[in-house]
Structures are given as C-alpha cells and as structure tokens.
C-alpha cells in the first residue's frame, strides 16, 4: 500500500492550486484521510482531515479557503486550496488510516505519503 500526492508547484499569493492523493495496493477500508504540511523550520501540522462519511475538519488557518474531499470509490483524497498566503508555503503530507487487505482484523494502520511542495510567493 502506498500513498502517492501529485498537484504541488508554485503559484503567487491569491492563487490556487489543487493537491490530489490516490491509495494503491490491496487495500480492504479507508477510514480518515488528510493533509499535513511541514513549512521550513516548523513542525508538521494538521491541514484539514475527512472521515469515511466525509465529513471535514480544518485547521483554523486554512478555514474559508482551503477544501478537502475524497472519492471513496478511487481511494483518493483532494485539497483545493484557494486565497493562497505566503503562510502556505510547505511540503504538504497525505496522511490515511487503513486496512490493507487480509489485515481486517488488524485494526488501521498509518501511512503516509512522501510529500509534495506547495510554494506561495508574495
């Protein structure tokens, strides 16, 4: 099982941009899914996450300008990501709870991606 980002770049302050995250491998469920992101002599911190419901969560930064969804039926997870501040810039992390097949009864496991870089220049 692997998650793979793709959607990072570079753009100027108030644009958008759109990171999108696919599952692959054998894979039984996915419960939450989300974006971290790790900006240059920070710790990494929660962007926004999605249950299985789909039902979003977002950090108070990225609240009125940042979304998060997913495509249960792909096993992938977007972000679009919107009024893009300087602030913004970072490698941004796909983070996903899952069962890999023939674990289900396991419980979840943590994966994460390998991450993406999102530069916001003023």
């Known amino acids: 099982v692997q998650l793979v980002e793709s959607g990072g770049g570079s753009v100027q302050a108030g644009g958008s941009l759109r990171l999108s995250c696919a599952a692959s491998?054998?894979?039984?469920?996915?419960?939450?899914m989300g974006w971290y992101r790790r900006a240059p002599g920070k710790q990494r911190e929660l962007v926004a996450t999605?249950?299985?419901?789909?039902?979003?969560e977002y950090a108070d930064s990225v609240k009125g300008r940042f979304t998060i969804s997913r495509d249960n039926a792909n096993n992938t997870v977007h972000l679009q990501m919107d009024s893009l501040k300087p602030e913004d810039t970072a490698v941004y992390y796909c983070?996903?709870?899952?069962?890999?097949?023939?674990?289900?009864?396991?419980?979840?496991?943590?994966?994460w991606g390998q991450g993406t870089q999102v530069t916001v220049s003023s």
């Open positions: 983070n996903a709870d899952l069962i890999p097949s023939g674990y289900a009864n396991w419980g979840t496991i943590n994966y």
């Open positions: 491998g054998s894979i039984f469920s996915i419960n939450a």
């Open positions: 999605i249950t299985s419901g789909s039902t979003p």
